[in-house]
């Protein structure tokens, strides 16, 4: 993980001095540990000690309450062989692919144009990120009803103008669409916010470059202000799939995994397991794996970007 | 609100906060800063006066609690605002009687049972809780449930139809309260049914077969974005989907409750036939079993016949009259026999309550006589105590329909009653929500899905 | 943002006169599009379902009427669970943005064993997902005594990884020899922290502010789980409640759940102007 900050510092500006480097006094280890204590305290108990639990319960089998049963490895072994599991992780894993680039394109292309003296800029700039700060029960609350498939705005537009409306609600891509559509309506004003604080890095010729016009302007964007902005991109891309890999309050609300198990993701999946079916050893199985992999997938990206880092 | 004056703070952004520097970052210093400080200074007041405005709120910061104390009984439930009110009318009713007051922790129901699992797992369960019929057994199972069996007076117990007393025992012994119950009927918008020139039936013996109710629904008028009708068994509710199994003499369970039946004409033709609701566009592919509910189209005037519960008619009463529609109401369509979905829920005390006693006695005030039939004259949902059901209630609202509900829970089977209160019944019912859906949506084979069915029930009864 | 950027920077072009501005129309056409999910829920609520659901589409409200805000203060104290929301959301708020701010510090700039093992450890707790943890921590709380309390609320999440995270990596930027300035004028550890480094890190303040009040005014599942008396409630349990026991108001639910963004909004309005230094100088780039 401490590859993302090394990647992060690597663009600083000169002159920031790296941590540590200098001489320090010895015997700070004491305070330190008293300074994080609280912190350590908090994670511990609320955090790893519940994890902890979680694992240990997904080696039994459990309604929640009364009796529990000792299974072994055998909520793991159903795990791999449960087809609505592999249908979630995939769901996740398409949800993150569209979702995840869709937003960083689209903040980007919004932060390049926005980066420049206009008129109301200020309140643009806010209104794109305002759909970041609102909640996501509200998020989805709105996704439902913009997106119902038989009263919703959208699909009495399209009537309105001879097309058939869509089946946002019954049908498993347009279902996947809508979640994306809103769940990326959501996102765009992040990836803008943090794009344009990445352009303060940018040389300014470099920057004009997006802002003049003529034939070299793509070429200038494609080949210098997107590499200069690579380790910003590679941490929004690691964000993103981290929450991509947690969306839990969107996707409850919205679709609620339908139809079929169109948009059920890992998350939502072990809810359903965990509160509806009352299975809380295969809901704690399918928890402790998706933490696992979104652990293993953010370590491997973060050391091939090293290792880029390093090469270049 | 006091902590929200801040906003009156100036939010004028009329600088360039990403103006285009020189790429190095300037050194943090305090000079140059005079907005920044303002702002910084606003930040400030805004803690501050959210911490005193709003001081307030933290007056509050320790609530009563839903956990089992002794000296109050704290009962978690969810109501609709009928349901409340006579819920709390009641509560009061016994608390005057006993001293014991009792708090009403209401929770949206699709969370109630998250809730209350938690607070299971917790040791922090309320003495009371309200639970469906098809939940119960889980509990009960458990061991999470106060056995009432002999803490009830008889005069309450035996006051129970043999069916709803069955719908709260496990093996033998009573686990708490059949508080009252539902059941489902056609809705239709009288002049939607008027313009396809339908009479529907008003007698229990003349109800619509399948054919007829199917042929009358398509004779219902529709535009581009309306269909005639939706069937209400969505996601919980995916057990009322029997209705067309029993009506076609069918089961789910064999009849010792310990495996699949499906594997029969009767279930497969009841199958096909809802199936083709969806492929024939009958009803909006949105009310699939893990579509969204079923009622709520009939407000919007999406479809003109929903198949809905009793306990909706407070809802769905004001909103049409609102609208200036009138409703009417008639039996559920049947086959071989007619049958209805059992509804309704009921109170269960928790086995680590530690007010056994209060919390036994309040249970047989809810499920006595009198308040038994004051909730379901006032929450317009049906009673489970015989003589009830022999003197007939006063209804709040629409009596006339309420009457022909009645009727239709006569048709509530034993049989049926059984089947959809094993204990696993919550798991087998999610398993129905699933094989539905990929049978309505996915067009999934229907023997396929009675396969895949029989395979699920048989893990999850074991 | 401060004036030193302000100024340092080299004069523009500006664009001519008489052109058209495509870049500033599609800008305004795409805000306009931000816009519109936000539009169109003031118009519901504003509207009674009928005139949202039925008959021919209309994008303006009929007759704008507040009949929906009043069903939804009638039928919940909603006053009340926006004092409820402000009070946990500003504690918490506070407690966790101190939190940040001394651990960030810590991981950042003392030198000590096991300092990269804390900093993963922290950081793999941002991929824990929360509703999988829920009963554990719920028995926890239960434990503690803490339940339907607020501090069941605050406290389980006031450590928080990514704030964490922020801070180390806008501390790492922040020059040793001024820290090591004040340590050899005899400072000593909080106090080298108060009066250095914290006036140092305003932007950074501003970005956690804004990220954790929105974070916790946001959240939903676990204080539903954890508060049970309706007078503790916050807002977004109350929304749930409008989605429903029985069929949805959705004027009275998409009013408030305007309402609802309202304070979120004046937070970040308060303190954009700094959230995009914040940013650009901690680890998010």
């Not at chain 3, 708020?93 to 991981?107: D, E």
Request: hydrophobic share 50%; proline share 5%.
């Amino acid at each position: 993980m401490t590859t993302a900050a090394t990647a992060a510092v690597t663009v600083r500006a000169p002159g920031t001095p790296e941590p540590g480097r200098r001489r320090r006094r010895g015997g700070e280890a004491p305070a330190a540990w008293a300074l994080l204590a609280p912190n350590l305290l908090l994670f511990g108990l609320f955090l790893l000690l519940p994890l902890l639990a979680t694992s240990w319960l997904s080696l039994y089998s459990s309604s929640g309450f009364g009796p529990r049963e000792y299974v072994g490895a055998d909520n793991y072994r159903e795990l791999f062989a449960d087809a609505t599991f592999w249908r979630s992780a995939l769901n996740t894993a398409v949800y993150a692919g569209l979702t995840v680039p869709v937003s960083l394109v689209l903040g980007l292309g919004v932060a390049l144009a926005i980066n420049r003296p206009m008129r109301g800029r200020g309140l643009l700039r806010a209104v794109y990120y305002l759909p970041y700060v609102i909640s996501g029960v509200v998020v989805a609350v709105a996704g439902r009803w913009l997106f119902n498939e038989n009263v919703g705005v959208v699909n009495r537009a399209l009537r309105a103008i001879g097309l058939p409306g869509v089946a946002w609600q019954s049908e498993a891509v347009p279902a996947m669409a809508a979640l994306v559509l809103i769940s990326v309506w959501t996102k765009v004003g992040f990836a803008m916010v943090v794009y344009l604080a990445a352009l303060q890095g940018v040389p300014a010729e470099y920057r004009e470059a997006a802002a003049t016009d003529g034939a070299s302007r793509w070429q200038t964007l494609r080949h210098v202000v997107v590499p200069l902005l690579r380790p910003t991109t590679v941490f929004l891309v690691v964000l993103g799939v981290i929450e991509s890999f947690q969306v839990f309050d969107v996707v409850y609300v919205l679709t609620g995994g339908g139809p079929g198990n169109a948009t059920e993701m890992l998350v939502t999946y072990a809810y359903a397991e965990g509160f509806d079916a009352r299975r809380q050893g295969y809901a704690a199985a399918i928890g402790v794996v998706t933490y696992l992999v979104v652990l293993a997938l953010t370590a491997v990206w973060w050391r091939r970007q090293r290792g880029r880092e390093v090469v270049s | 609100m006091a902590c929200h004056r801040v906003a009156g703070l100036p939010a004028g952004d009329h600088s360039d906060p990403v103006a285009p520097s020189s790429g190095s970052i300037p050194p943090p210093s305090g000079h140059g800063r005079g907005l920044s400080r303002r702002r910084f200074l606003a930040a400030a007041s805004l803690g501050t006066l959210a911490l005193t405005g709003c001081g307030t709120g933290f007056s509050l910061a320790r609530g009563e609690g839903t956990g089992s104390v002794e000296g109050r009984l704290s009962f978690s439930l969810w109501a609709g605002d009928a349901e409340l009110t006579v819920f709390q009318e009641l509560a009061d009713a016994w608390t005057r009687s006993s001293g014991v007051p009792v708090a009403l922790n209401v929770v949206p129901f699709g969370e109630l049972l998250t809730g209350v699992d938690a607070q299971l797992a917790g040791d922090r369960a309320p003495d009371l809780f309200r639970v469906t019929y098809q939940d119960i057994g889980l509990y009960a199972a458990g061991g999470a449930l106060l056995d009432v069996t002999d803490r009830l007076p008889r005069e309450v117990t035996q006051g129970f139809t043999d069916a709803f007393r069955q719908a709260v025992s496990q093996d033998g012994r009573l686990y708490g309260v059949p508080h009252h119950t539902d059941t489902s009927l056609v809705l239709y918008d009288v002049e939607a049914v008027q313009a396809a020139g339908l009479d529907p039936p008003t007698t229990l013996d003349e109800a619509w077969t399948w054919e007829e109710f199917t042929d009358a629904a398509r004779r219902l008028p529709t535009r581009a974005d309306q269909f005639p009708f939706a069937v209400n068994w969505q996601q919980a509710g995916a057990y009322r989907w029997l209705n067309w199994v029993a009506q076609n003499g069918g089961r789910l369970l064999d009849d010792d409750l310990t495996g699949p039946a499906v594997d029969s004409r009767a279930v497969r033709e009841a199958l096909v036939l809802t199936q083709g609701f969806f492929t024939e566009g009958l009803v909006p592919p949105t009310t699939s079993t893990k579509g969204s509910y079923a009622d709520e189209l009939f407000t919007t005037q999406t479809i003109g016949m929903v198949f809905a519960g009793d306990f909706l008619l407070p809802t769905i009463e004001p909103t049409l009259a609102e609208q200036g529609r009138q409703y009417g109401a008639t039996f559920l369509p049947r086959a071989e026999s007619a049958a209805a979905d059992l509804g309704g829920n009921a109170v269960v005390a928790t086995a680590t309550s530690v007010n056994p006693e209060a919390a036994a006695d309040f249970l047989a005030f809810l499920a006595g006589d009198e308040a038994q039939a004051r909730f379901c004259e006032q929450a317009v949902v049906l009673p489970t105590r015989t003589a009830l059901i022999e003197r007939g209630l006063e209804y709040a609202l629409r009596p006339d329909l309420m009457e022909l509900y009645v009727e239709q829970a006569t048709t509530i089977s034993q049989d049926l009653v059984e089947q959809v209160t094993v204990p696993q019944f919550n798991a087998v019912n999610t398993s129905l929500v699933e094989r539905l859906e990929s049978a309505f949506l996915g067009n999934a084979d229907a023997g396929e899905v009675l396969d895949g069915l029989a395979d699920d029930i048989e893990g999850r009864l074991s | 943002m401060s004036s030193a950027v302000r100024t340092a920077s080299p004069r523009r072009r500006h664009r001519s006169a008489g052109r058209v501005p495509w870049r500033w129309l599609a800008l305004l056409l795409g805000a306009l599009v931000m816009l519109f999910p936000l539009y169109w829920m003031l118009v519901t609520a504003l509207s009674d379902t009928a005139a949202v659901t039925s008959g021919p589409l209309r994008l303006w409200p009929e007759s704008a009427s507040l009949a929906a805000f009043r069903r939804a203060f009638e039928l919940l104290p909603f006053g009340q669970f926006f004092v409820n929301s402000a009070a946990i959301a500003v504690v918490a708020m506070l407690l966790s943005v101190s939190l940040n701010l001394v651990a960030g510090y810590v991981l950042a700039k003392y030198r000590f064993r096991g300092r990269q093992v804390v900093f993963v450890l922290v950081l793999s707790t941002l991929m824990i997902p929360v509703q999988v943890v829920m009963v554990p921590q719920f028995q926890l709380v239960a434990g503690l005594g803490w339940v339907d309390s607020y501090w069941a609320v605050i406290v389980p999440r006031a450590a928080e990884a990514f704030g964490i995270f922020l801070c180390r990596q806008f501390m790492l930027g922040l020059p040793d020899e001024v820290l090591e300035a004040a340590r050899l004028d005899g400072a000593g550890h909080l106090r080298v922290f108060w009066s250095v480094v914290l006036p140092m890190s305003r932007p950074l303040i501003a970005v956690l502010v804004i990220l954790t009040f929105m974070y916790r005014w946001n959240e939903f599942a676990w204080p539903l789980i954890v508060l049970n008396d309706q007078r503790l409630f916050t807002v977004p349990i109350g929304l749930a409640f409008l989605q429903g026991q029985y069929g949805t108001d959705y004027p009275a639910l998409m009013g408030m759940a305007l309402l609802t963004t309202l304070p979120v909004v004046v937070v970040f309005a308060l303190f954009q102007r700094q959230f995009v230094e914040g940013v650009a100088r901690s680890g998010l780039r």
